[in-house]
Nanobody, 120 residues
Framework: VQLVESGGGLVNPGESLKLSCAAS????????VSWYRQAPGKGRELVAS????????IYSDSMKGRFTISRDNAKNSVYLQMDSLKFEDTTVYFC??????????????WGQGTQVTVSS
């Protein structure tokens, strides 16, 4: 089982980045996927989520309108398009795949993270 994030890097304020999360080793299409971010010394913050079929999405208020989550189940991948990046978006971004069972409980997998740095 693997989730591998990519696409992070160094950009100027106002620029864009597109993160990718590639899954392998499990039935990706059965999992909802979320992007989280975590600054040093802080807990993980939800950025955006997308349902298994890609029909529904949710966003953190601070990212709404700037970030767009999408997925391509044929490619076992989820994406995070980040526009109008700000200094405060600098941190490590993680993807998480989660499957909730009807009878209770859940199974989740995390990627290793990708660094996004916004600096002039």
């Amino acid at each position: 089982v693997q989730l591998v994030e990519s696409g992070g890097g160094l950009v100027n304020p106002g620029e864009s980045l597109k993160l990718s999360c590639a899954a392998s080793g499990f039935t990706f299409s059965g999992f909802a996927v979320s992007w989280y971010r975590q600054a040093p010394g802080k807990g993980r913050e939800l950025v955006a989520s997308i349902t298994s079929g890609g029909v529904s999405t949710i966003y953190s208020d601070s990212m709404k309108g700037r970030f767009t989550i999408s997925r391509d189940n044929a490619k076992n991948s989820v994406y995070l398009q980040m526009d109008s990046l700000k200094f405060e978006d600098t941190t490590v971004y993680f993807c998480k795949a989660e499957q909730v069972f009807a009878g209770g409980g859940a199974r989740a997998y995390w990627g290793q993270g990708t660094q996004v740095t916004v600096s002039s």
